[in-house]
């Protein structure tokens, strides 16, 4: 077998931190710099973008004040992978809440982006097993369809995703989310009235 004419790079050359929701949400500069790195790495419209007015081809964008949305619940945090030079090269958002009947907590990734010069290095990996680590979460989930995010999800949490599993407990774990962000958002509301 021929030697690899690509060498890998090392993990240890980025830096790593957590940052909780509500500290994010104030940080400008970070939310226009995680806005940039989803709209010039995450993805384009396909073709069925058309049915909800969107262009084939065309780049999916966010702004900083989406990014900051993702981030209103309490619970929530900014997972980041950066260049020693402070340059963002991949973020995850995730947030933890109870589980129903008290079957132990979730954790909920709902979103996560890697520049395109760094992936395949582990990073998508190592920003997702900075959420559940060695966790023993009743739930983990990812809002994606991506085949490689899935296999990340699967390589941070050391578990295989199930699809009977998700089958009969996806709606359960889904619904107690939407409570805990409903209730989040009545919250905030009831904070910025006050």
Do not use: K
Not at 127 to 145: E, I, K, Q
């Amino acid at each position: 077998m021929a030697p690899s004419t690509t060498e890998a790079r090392p993990l240890w050359r980025f830096h790593w931190r957590r940052v909780p929701g509500t500290h994010a949400r104030q940080d400008a500069e970070l939310l226009a710099a995680c806005a940039e790195l989803y709209s010039t790495s995450y993805g384009v419209w396909s073709d069925a973008a058309t049915r909800i007015h969107r262009t084939p081809g065309e780049r999916i964008r966010r702004s900083p004040q989406d990014i900051a949305e993702l981030l209103e619940s309490p619970d929530s945090f900014l997972a980041l992978a950066e260049l020693s030079s402070g340059e963002l090269v991949g973020y995850c958002i995730a947030v933890f809440t109870a589980a129903p009947e008290g079957q132990g907590r979730i954790a909920w990734v709902s979103q996560l982006v890697v520049g395109d010069a760094y992936r395949n290095e582990g990073v998508a990996t190592n920003l997702l097993f900075s959420v559940w680590g060695f966790s023993d979460h009743y739930a983990c989930g990812l809002v994606t369809s991506n085949p490689f995010a899935v296999r990340a999800l699967e390589s941070a949490t050391r578990r295989a995703c199930r699809l009977g599993e998700i089958r009969r407990r996806g709606n359960h774990v889904l619904h107690a989310l939407e409570e805990r962000s409903r209730t989040c958002r009545r919250n905030c509301r009831m904070a910025q009235n006050a």
